[in-house]
């Protein structure tokens, strides 16, 4: 079975850092890009940070850019998103996700999705 | 960056009906549009990629169309097991959602 489980989140005080990560399985995980996306109490979805089946070429909303760093180890098929700099709009449901199309970031739809972790950040 | 305009925001209708969703994008972004479905405390589920195809398993009552800047999400005939909020999606440049059409039943 294709499936994402993370976990890492928690409660950070302002400032603050936590290291997300996402467990892959069932699928040839370096074969595909991967990507976050969170979800503020309430409110809509927010694309965070992609990453490509090589790990070569990341990418980054402007509202995470230079706080946040995605990056994966293939050999163990994980996913993680260290989240500087924490701030109180980053408390949101974190969700991991895999890119349809292939290993380039963009080339499709995100068909696979995990069960999010929540991330709340406050003093 | 590409802005995504999606309405209405929320909308009640009947069991049976026919239901629509517009998608607007600030830019031509040609098919690179996906729509998805969240049900409250689930993860977003793949509905409709690249504009009008069916992923798999999901109903047929489900469908898309549009390309450029123009796209609409139908419901042929609203279940129950529908009421959900929706949420387009762009891929042409990184991505952007829509604001969600949050669907509830009259």
């Known amino acids: 079975e294709v499936q994402l489980l993370e976990s890492g989140g928690g409660l950070v005080q302002p400032g603050g850092s936590l290291r997300l990560s996402c467990a892959a399985s069932?699928?040839?995980?370096?074969?595909?890009?991967m990507s976050w996306v969170r979800q503020a109490p309430g409110k809509g979805l927010e694309w965070v940070s992609a990453?490509?089946?090589?790990?070569?070429?990341?990418y980054y909303a402007d509202s995470v850019k230079g706080r946040f760093t995605i990056s994966r180890d293939n050999s163990k098929n994980t996913l993680y998103l260290q989240m500087n700099s924490l701030r109180a709009e980053d408390t949101a449901v974190y969700y991991c996700a895999k890119d349809k199309g292939g290993s380039g970031v963009g080339a499709g739809a995100f068909d696979i999705w995990g069960q999010g972790t929540m991330v709340t950040v406050s003093s | 960056d590409i802005q995504m305009t999606q309405s209405p925001s929320s909308l009640s209708a009947s069991v049976g009906d026919r239901v629509t969703i517009t998608c607007q994008a600030s830019q031509d972004i040609s098919n690179y549009l996906n729509w998805y479905q969240q049900k409250p405390g689930k993860a977003p589920k793949l509905l409709i990629y690249?504009?009008?195809n069916l992923e798999t398993g999901v109903p047929s009552r489900f469908s898309g169309s549009g390309s450029g800047t123009d796209f609409t999400f139908t419901i042929s005939s609203l279940q129950p097991e529908d009421i959900a909020t929706y949420y387009c999606?762009?891929?042409?440049?990184?991505?952007?959602f829509g604001q969600g059409t949050r669907l509830e039943i009259k």
């Open positions: 990453i490509s089946g090589s790990g070569g070429s990341t």
């Open positions: 690249d504009a009008s």
């Open positions: 069932g699928f040839t995980f370096s074969s595909y890009a």
């Open positions: 999606q762009q891929y042409d440049n990184l991505f952007t």
